[in-house]
């Protein structure tokens, strides 16, 4: 008898024909099930009126925002922040799938979903907390603020100085200009050559417009540092930034118009410049060699596309929070563009290889991403990062507004972040925790001298100086007015630091929600879309707790 085993062997060639219910292979518990439950009662009417294709006209049938949106929650909730491995997930696991229900999904429709929602994203925000308020878990009278720093999808070489900049932009404009000479010699008959040049037009295009931009945030950044130097050198430094940028010849209109100068901080705002110099200028260069193992998956470009996750920002205490200076007003990157999407740059042959030199006290700005600004992280180094900004209602953690800021320093955001949750859902905050990067004298008399006045509980800064050992830490000083004093008595009673000891519970949360959802460096750029992501992470966080709360009927 032949002793040969057999064996049922594989044969993958064979074509199978499979019958399979949606409903079956997601289990009735499943948080796609509840995402989606909470999505149908959401109010999409502004989405749904932005559509054109209706019924009777021509035009395909767009993509229900219902569906994108949902997949964006599933996704967040599951540490997916690139639209590219959102659309892989929606052609192979069970639960996009059944989001999708049949619906053809691609990146660029995802990409381009989260970039135009900025606006609606917030207002889904407050409904959920209005949402949560109306079942008595939401108490808006007393609220945390905190701040993480979130790494910017730019890599150190991307900031250049002035000088660099203009040369850039004068290289790029002569390209520009000869790829469109040559578009109108070309033969038309040419198609692959001309499909070429104009792929190469767009291209140079578009790098001109990102160094425009750089030169229209280094403005920012200038006035910034000037304001920190001698007058006579600031005076120099404005008057040759103003020069530079009136007389530079331009494709395209300001995105960032006539913006007036930045206002000088108020007295007691702590306006922190970081100057990269000696060993922190070489930390700041050498950090990059991780940032180039991040982005492999994006063929090896530092500050391209990656699905890894940059280092965590963070640094919730006030010693050691610093700040590069950052740039006002929103990106002007057109809002049409797929920001998942690599883009392919044909740089001139000149300036492949440009990069900037270290030069203590200049002002530098990036053509990768004009509104990133270079910010001490929580392990000392220097990268460049957005200051995200969130506050939370002590009761369950449940967050209230978030914001993205573009300077280091936490001092001078407390009165806003007080008044924005106050104007959003038309409340009076009574309590305010926050650490010790927040005191800012002036903003404290504001809060704790209005008419209903705020109870801040903020951490003094220990008593530094001649005579400083002779006074206690939350003891009034003699220069000290009325606000600012019952401020530095509070937290010294027991009342006070058990009230106190809150923050780190509460504040903090948000934070460890976003690191676990994948948010330690961001997937776009721009300061408006990376609000977006923000806000998406926000809602998620803000999802699971209602899920706990209410369940999941």
């Known amino acids: 008898m032949d002793r040969t085993p057999r064996l049922r062997r594989p044969d993958r060639k064979q074509l199978h024909l499979r019958a399979f219910d949606l409903e079956e292979l997601v289990p009735p518990d499943h948080l796609a099930r509840a995402i989606w439950a909470l999505v149908e009662k959401m109010d999409l009417a502004e989405l749904y009126d932005k559509i054109g294709s209706v019924e009777g006209g021509p035009g395909a049938p767009a993509t229900d925002p219902a ?32 989001l999708c229900g049949g619906v053809g999904m691609n990146h660029t429709s995802l990409a381009l979903f989260r970039a135009r929602s900025v606006e609606l994203l917030d207002k889904l925000l407050a409904s959920g907390v209005a949402t949560l308020a109306a079942a008595g878990f939401v108490n808006l009278d007393e609220v945390a603020v905190d701040g993480r720093r979130i790494r910017a999808n730019a890599s150190a070489s991307s900031f250049r100085r002035r000088d660099t900049l203009e040369t850039l932009r004068e290289e790029a404009l002569k390209l520009v200009r000869l790829l469109k000479a040559r578009l109108e010699d070309e033969d038309s008959g040419e198609e692959a050559a001309r499909r070429a040049t104009e792929a190469r037009l767009r291209a140079d295009t578009e790098r001109l417009k990102r160094i425009e931009e750089a030169l229209e945030a280094l403005v920012g950044v200038e006035a910034t540092k000037a304001r920190n130097q001698p007058r ?36 007691g705002d702590d306006v922190q410049v970081v100057v990269l110099d000696g060993d922190e ?37 006030g010693d050691d929070k610093g700040g590069a200076g950052g740039t006002e007003g929103p990106p002007s990157s057109p809002a049409d563009t797929a920001d998942d999407a690599p883009t392919q740059v044909v740089p001139p042959a000149a300036s492949a290889s440009t990069v900037d030199a270290p030069k203590k006290g200049e002002a530098r700005a990036s053509t990768t991403d004009a509104d990133a600004t270079i910010m001490k992280m929580a392990d000392g180094g220097y990268r460049p990062a957005f200051n995200c900004q969130t506050v939370v209602s002590v009761q369950h953690s449940v967050i209230l507004r978030v914001t993205v800021e573009t300077v280091g320093s936490d001092a001078g955001l407390l009165a806003p972040a007080v008044k924005g949750v106050e104007e959003k859902y038309g409340c009076k905050v009574k309590k305010v925790l926050a650490d010790g990067g927040y005191v800012n004298l002036a903003a404290i008399e504001q809060l704790e001298g209005r008419p209903n006045p705020v109870e801040l509980y903020i951490p003094p800064p220990r008593p530094r100086g001649k005579g400083s050992s002779k006074r206690g830490r939350y003891e009034r000083m003699q220069t000290d007015s009325p606000e600012v004093g019952r401020w530095r008595e509070r937290l010294g009673t027991p009342e006070g630091a058990t009230t106190y000891r809150k923050r780190s519970q509460v504040a903090e949360l948000p934070h460890t929600s976003y690191a676990n959802q994948g948010f330690n460096r961001t ?7 990376v609000r977006s992501e923000l806000l998406l992470n926000a809602i998620a966080h803000n999802l699971k707790i209602q899920l706990r709360l209410l369940g999941r009927g």
Not at 241 to 261: C, D, H, W
């Open 523 to 529: 997937r776009t750029r721009g300061k408006d879309r």
């Open 67 to 98: 569906v994108l949106l949902a997949l964006w929650l599933l996704g967040t909730c599951e540490g997916i922040g690139a639209a590219r491995e959102l659309d892989r997930r929606c052609h192979r696991d069970a639960p996009y799938m059944w």
């Open 281 to 317: 200028e070489a930390a700041f260069l050498a950090g990059e060699a991780e940032d180039a193992e991040d982005a492999e998956d994006a063929g090896g470009r530092p500050d391209g596309e990656t699905e890894g996750h940059g280092d965590e920002g963070g640094g919730h205490g």
């Open 232 to 267: 006579g050198k600031a005076k120099a430094t404005a008057t040759r930034s103003a020069q530079s940028t009136s007389n530079a010849p331009s494709l395209f209109p300001s995105s960032r118009g006539n913006s007036p100068e930045p206002e000088a901080p108020s007295p």
